[in-house]
């Protein structure tokens, strides 16, 4: 930080620039301020109070196990995974690692029905008013879909991809998250899936977890008449129970119409 600080700046002030080291530069005042780590400030102003208990710092899962998803980086021809992630010092510009459900609960801030951590609106609107297209953290446009004004932010560390959109007038965000560093997989199925449920109703294929549908759903309840049936596709052993907590009639393809899957 003292060596770029030492630099002229690129812009005069008021002109849009993206900046990590601006965010980082954020984090050291915070820290200025409160006497408090980043982290800590994290944790306590934003983690604790959204009930964002998946949140941390770094690579998701354990040092050297496959107990999370690891990101993967561009090798040749291939896709190789690594356990990694940006030094700490970046911290304030991208390296808190969450489940998908979680992130949803902070995005929800600035949704209708979302927590809003005891900030008032004018406070909120001034984090989403855009200095030409970009505001605090959020590319401001519109689209159709959104009924107006749109909320969109995307970003990689070059062995994650993270994308999320976000309608407050339709109180209704599209998350995604892929681990692997490729923002087309991931800007193409937050769109795909937002513009295919303003169609009309879908047939889901859920290939591993529910945390996606679920976290729609959970800010666009309205969105479950349009959802005609979710088929999951997961694996489980023939003397494990297959349940869905609270639902009822939940057929089990897989042990019932395929004998041999036993």
Known sequence: LQANLKQAPAHKQGVYHYSN?????????????????????????????LGMNSAGFGPPGASGKTDQPWGHVRSGDRWRPRQFDNAEALGPAGRV???????AKFLAIQL????????????LNKLITPNG??????????RPWGKGTVLTHSGSNTMWYAVAWLAPEKDFAVVIACNQANDKACNDAALALSEAL???????AAIGPLTNIA?????????????????????RSANQAFELHGATDVPDFNFECDPLAC
């Open 133 to 142: 297209t970009y505001a605090g953290g959020w590319t401001v446009t519109k």
């Open 21 to 49: 080291l601006g965010y980082m530069i954020a984090g050291c005042m915070a820290e200025k301020l409160t006497g408090s780590t980043w982290e800590s400030l994290m944790q306590k102003r934003i983690f604790d109070p």
């Open 215 to 235: 976290a729609l759903l959970e800010h666009a309840p309205e969105r479950v008449r349009q959802i005609e049936r979710v088929a999951i596709v997961a694996g």
């Open 112 to 123: 209708p029905g979302g927590n809003k951590l005891g900030l008032n609106r004018k406070t």
């Open 97 to 103: 690692h969450c489940t998908v459900t979680d992130w």
């Open 198 to 204: 303003d169609e009309g109703p879908l047939s889901i």
